[in-house]
């Protein structure tokens, strides 16, 4: 197993070297403020049976996982999704691939409404056949919590004698975000977890890591955000050390092209028009002052990538009237993916749901902010007690894209996160400037909407029943009387 550590703190939170403590075999690091990443790579050979099992069908897995919290993001760990579970995967050539949803349901829960690749998953559209990092199939499910992925960990993983590896894991509930990739061609899984801020009570990092066995390597950086040289570019400088080999931390200053940049103080609000009924409306709520990318010279648009459960869906012909998109301060309809029939109940759907990416237009005549209003239409949905029904509906992401110059070599960038959803609708020098969900608030929206009320439905199919018994029988009569 090799591990990663990365620490990022923020310049006015000083660090020095006198906070990190040497000993045989371990690393300690004391009074850390600062974000974490941690990225596990473990070789096939480390796994339990039944995970080998399940990614013998793989060709390609990516499994994103995002908290429903806002998180603070801070270079290089900028790139975000929905709140919920993601899963992009590109099956083995001629495999059936009958084994990998029993697979997700080991990992995050029976309750995931997974039946096979083939019925639930949808296949991605790709705007740009040249991107390279793009699944074939995708698919989504809100899940809230990680509990059912920690509990099979410490059950697999860990023993129960080893405190720090079940320590460890229990650490993952409380983590922004969790990936986990694999492909056949490098034969091993990575599992990468980010927590912006310290888990402890006094809001800084108290470790200690180890070396587990002669095989494990761990590495620890720690690092600063510094002024980069060209605006495409992120600079970290800090302190970099590998637990059992050094004695001492040796400084580091370097710099890599980023495909994900931050937007400083921009901020944005979702919620949903009243009342929503069956036809709600997802507003986005945007400052007078939104800011642009540093960079901007009219090769930039601001977008919003949705992820849309089965029950809620677009109409891609009614934002197809650019007059209509004009009053909605949409510019236009850029990917629209997934569930097809526009008709069907949500319990006839068999597909997870869609995806839709729509081009914002920014408005600078509002004062005090300025709105994008993105309609939206509900499934009927089964009966429930009360008449009354509430669905979840996961904030979209927001981002300004832009095109970056000839040359730049991405996959540089050690902290490269791709396979995000809409990173496959745009070509690979595309840049990302990513507006930030506004502080305090849940990523995650409730809708409540009629339905049929579920205490009531034996008297409406009695009444049904009788009306038909009632209408046979008077048809009947007319006939036989007429006859007679």
């Known amino acids: 197993m090799k591990q990663r550590t990365t620490f990022v703190h923020q310049l006015e939170d000083a660090f020095t070297p006198d906070q990190i403590r040497f000993a045989a075999g371990a690393v300690s690091i004391n009074s850390l403020k600062a974000a974490r990443e941690d990225r596990l790579t473990f070789g096939l050979d480390e796994l339990p049976e039944e995970l080998l099992s399940g990614l013998k069908d793989c060709h390609e897995l990516h499994?994103?996982?995002?908290?429903?919290?806002?998180?603070?993001?801070?270079?290089?760990?900028?790139?975000?999704?929905?709140?919920?579970?993601?899963v992009f995967f590109t099956p083995q050539r001629d495999a059936s691939a009958q084994s990998f949803c029993p697979l997700l349901k080991t990992l995050f829960g029976e309750e995931l409404n997974c039946n096979?690749?083939?019925?639930?998953?949808?296949?991605?559209?790709?705007?740009?056949?040249?991107f390279s990092h793009s699944s074939t199939f995708q698919y989504y499910q809100i899940?809230?919590?990680?509990?059912?992925l920690v509990a099979y960990l410490q059950q697999h993983a860990c023993t129960q004698s080893n405190q720090i590896c079940l320590s460890q894991v229990l650490r993952l509930q409380e983590s922004s975000y969790v990936d986990v990739d694999f492909d056949a061609i490098s034969q091993a899984v990575v599992l990468t977890?980010?927590?912006?801020?310290?888990?402890?009570t006094n809001g800084v990092w108290e470790e200690t890591m180890r070396v587990a066995t002669a095989n494990d390597r761990v590495e620890i950086g720690i690092l600063a955000n510094e002024k980069p040289i060209e605006p495409e570019e992120l600079n970290l400088g800090g302190f970099l050390t590998i637990v059992g080999e050094d004695e001492k931390p040796s400084p580091t200053l370097f710099s890599f092209p980023s495909r994900h940049h931050p937007l400083r103080d921009s901020f944005y609000a979702v919620s949903i028009i009243d009342p929503p009924g069956l036809h709600p409306s997802?507003?986005?709520?945007?400052?007078?002052?939104?800011?642009?990318?540093?960079?901007?010279?009219?090769?930039?648009?601001?977008?919003?990538?949705?992820?849309l459960p089965s029950y809620v869906f677009v109409d891609k012909y009614q934002l197809s009237d650019y007059l209509f998109l004009a009053s909605k301060n949409l510019k236009a309809m850029r990917s629209v993916s997934?569930?097809?029939d526009l008709e069907a109940p949500d319990w006839a759907v068999q597909k997870w749901g869609s995806n839709l990416l729509v081009?914002?237009?920014?408005?600078?005549?509002?004062?005090?902010?300025?709105?994008?209003?993105i309609p939206l239409h509900l499934?009927?949905?089964?009966?429930?007690?009360?008449?009354?029904?509430?669905?979840?509906?996961?904030?979209?992401?927001?981002?300004?894209?832009?095109?970056?110059e000839e040359g730049l070599k991405m996959n540089v960038n050690p902290f490269d996160r791709v396979n995000l959803g809409y990173d496959g609708l745009f070509g690979p020098r595309t840049m990302f400037y990513h507006a930030t969900p506004k502080p305090g608030s849940k990523c995650m929206e409730k809708i409540q909407l009629p339905v049929i009320n579920a205490l009531g439905t034996q008297f409406v199919e009695l009444g049904t029943s009788t009306a038909i018994v009632m209408g046979f029988i008077w048809i009947w009569w007319c006939l036989f009387s007429k006859s007679s």
């Open 63 to 86: 499994i994103r996982w995002a908290s429903q919290a806002v998180y603070s993001s801070i270079p290089p760990f900028l790139s975000t999704v929905s709140s919920g579970l993601h």
């Open 116 to 130: 096979s690749p083939k019925e639930t998953f949808t296949r991605n559209s790709l705007l740009s056949e040249r």
């Open 143 to 148: 899940l809230p919590s990680l509990a059912n």
């Open 193 to 200: 977890a980010f927590w912006d801020r310290p888990m402890s």
């Open 282 to 307: 997802l507003r986005i709520s945007f400052p007078q002052n939104l800011s642009k990318p540093d960079s901007m010279q009219g090769s930039c648009a601001l977008h919003a990538y949705l992820t």
């Open 338 to 340: 997934g569930e097809p």
């Open 359 to 373: 081009e914002l237009s920014p408005s600078s005549d509002s004062e005090g902010g300025w709105d994008a209003d």
């Open 379 to 404: 499934r009927y949905l089964p009966p429930a007690s009360g008449g009354i029904a509430e669905v979840s509906l996961p904030w979209p992401v927001v981002f300004w894209a832009c095109r970056a």
